[in-house]
């Protein structure tokens, strides 16, 4: 039991999911209450009453952010004027908060009965980071209204409506000010990257290949920042809405399909022109179970009025044939104009299909990948790192591609195309082989390069999904050797084409090829050779990598305004540090077909080969996504 004594001081805590900290929305009354209801009867405005715009997205997606309750307990201070003008403090504890109100415990009834004759009421507390979206961390101080009470498991609370919505809130007293001091670092990051490869420029006689590099990168990154800052999303045709096919592939995701499923299944999106086809790909835990559980539950609530059985269907492949199996089945049975492929660790918002198919508008539009957020983003540093990591590489690089269509991985999390075009390169994407060795990852790369070679790609940032990332350090390093094999294989096969494209794009593209490829042997160089051979500390080196972290850093607190900034910072030192050096072991074991991060045939079988080498098999970790 909470003590509302005035010292007492209480720490956030979030609750866990298989040791990931993940936001707690309140779940609404209705198992879909994003879908339009095709009788008419309740409207996207049902949870807050509005009746009004009802054809207005805009207005329909503000409504939905603003209305979401998340559930936190965090400490709240409530000052009050009573009847007689004199002041009150009272100390309680959140139940849940949106953007618009809170729940509040408190320790006695009669202190509620005090509130409802109260005047000038103000509420002060600390929104605790991972309790509400990025972005939300900060010390609010506000006038609130009194509108209801009532009862939460024995316990006492009063409801309040804030004075202003706390995303005005928080532009007004802490995002401006973010913003004008992330512009003004940015500014003078880029003018430092520049004076300092303005000196490379003088020294360029002494190391013409050395110094080469350097310009390049330097400028590689910082055009980059500069399209990705240009680029805007497709705004969303009202009247455009073709049908879709969303496929979901799963092995051995038990803990999340469930919770997949029904993000893909409560989209606003017309219920005659959406449906979801599960494959599993002959998991060995409950995910069938699961599936299966989530069908019926979905159906007994909702088939009447939504046709949950006609939309959302499953099938088991007879043999496990890997991931690209498993989408090329759930493509051919699909209805679907488009397909959309979503990873079985993955959640979308509900406005993540009507956003995601805008850009299809373009008739040699080929393909289209979504923005994909960190879901478990508060678990540990290293979620934290990636968060910002997934958030530059989504909104900064892919950003940056877009403007001239042609994005080089449309990622698997949340990614779509054209029905005919996956199809027309099925058996060339279930049969890709690599110097002899069959592709077994990467499948979200592959796809990519065949869609690419004759048409436009594009990224449409207001489609989002959330994913979980690996937590711990081995999964991590394993995913990100597989991702730089992937991305090792299909870059070179893009190189084979990409030369035809927008000449900035391809310069961009064959740039990016040639900069990771080449920064081991530049580090090693500026941190080993130059210090032992010439005795020249490697002042500029180390600031040039300082400066680029920072540029990342800043990025992340211009766009999103969060507190996890600074992890953008870290996460270039880690990559230096640690990351990098997979690089010239990626070259060396491009063959390799194991995932690492999940027990595939292939997977199975090196367990198998190390086990009669006297070693033991390693661990079943769990499975995510592909190549960002």
Known sequence: MLLFHKNTHLRYEPETIDGNVLLREKKDRRSL???????????????????????????IVKNRKSGTRFQARFPVE?????????????????EDISDTGILIQLEEEAQIAALGEAADVSLHFRIPAGSMPEGYEMKVNCGARFIRSCTLGGR?????????????????????????????LLLFVSILVVLMRSE?????????LLYTYSIIAALFLLTRYLCGALYKPVKINPDYKP???????????????DRTILSCMNQHYPIDKLEVIVVDDCSTDRSVEVIQK???????????????????????????????????????????????????????????IVNLVQ??????????????????????????????RYYIAFRIMKASEALFDSVTCLSGPLSCYRRELVLSHREEWLNQRFLGHKATFGDDRAMTNFVLKNHRTFYQDTAVCSTIVPNKQRVFLKQQMRWKRSWLRESLMAGTFMWRKEPFAAFHFYIGLLVPILAPIVVVYNLFVVPFTHHIFPTTFLVGLALMSLMMS????????????????????YYEAVLLWQMPIAWLTFWKSTWGTRMTPSDIRAGQRAKQKGSSAEETPQEDHANV
């Open 294 to 352: 989530t069908i019926e539950d979905l159906a007994a609530s909702e088939d009447q009025r939504l046709n949950i059985r006609g939309r959302l269907t499953y099938l088991v492949q007879e043999k496990n044939g890997g991931k690209r199996a498993a989408l090329c089945r759930g493509t051919d049975l699909a209805k679907g104009e488009l397909v959309v492929f979503v990873d079985s660790d993955s959640f979308l918002d509900p406005y993540a």
């Open 359 to 388: 850009p299809f508008q373009d008739p040699k539009m080929g393909g289209v990948a979504g923005r994909t957020d960190v879901a478990n983003t508060y678990t540990n540093a290293l979620t934290r790192m990636q968060s910002v």
């Open 33 to 59: 209450p994003d879908v339009p209801d095709p009788t008419g009867q309740r409207s996207a405005f049902d949870r807050r009453g509005t009746q009004t715009g009802m054809d207005d997205l805009d207005a």
């Open 200 to 208: 490379s420029v003088i020294y360029y006689k002494y190391n013409a």
């Open 243 to 257: 049908s879709v096919t969303i496929v979901i592939p799963c092995f051995n995701e038990e803990r999340w399909i």
């Open 554 to 573: 800043f990025a992340q607190l211009f766009f999103r305004k969060s507190s996890t900034w600074y992890f953008g910072f870290l996460f270039c030192l």
């Open 78 to 94: 409530i000052h009050y004027l009573d009847a007689g003008k004199k002041r009150h403090r009272l100390r309680g504890i959140s």
């Open 156 to 184: 006492s609370c009063a409801g309040f409506c804030f004075s202003e919505e706390l995303a005005a809130y928080a532009r007004r007293h802490k995002d401006r000010y973010l913003y004008l001091s992330s512009s003004l």
